[in-house]
């Protein structure tokens, strides 16, 4: 299952997965995870960061804000 990391609340992460909310101690999490970074858990329990798939998410994202302010971001 994927995940997106809505935010960080003191230790925890807010993870994402559809509608639902979740919390993971961000100890455990991959050092460089960072918000809208998109996870996956492992079989063996480690989180991995998707880059790729947070980097296509990210530019959707700017080129929706870019188009809804009219060219100009």
Do not use: C, H, N
Not at 23 to 31: D, G, I, Q, S, V
Not at 42 to 60: F, N, P, S, V, Y
């Amino acid at each position: 299952m994927r995940y997106s990391i809505d935010r960080f609340e003191g230790e925890l992460a807010v993870l994402l997965s559809g509608t639902q909310a979740f919390t993971a101690e961000r100890r455990k999490l991959p050092e460089t995870a960072r918000t809208g970074d998109i996870l996956e858990r492992t079989e063996q329990g480690k989180w991995i960061i998707l880059k790729d798939t947070a980097q296509q998410r990210r530019k959707a994202l700017a080129d929706r804000r870019k188009r809804l302010l009219g060219g100009t971001s």
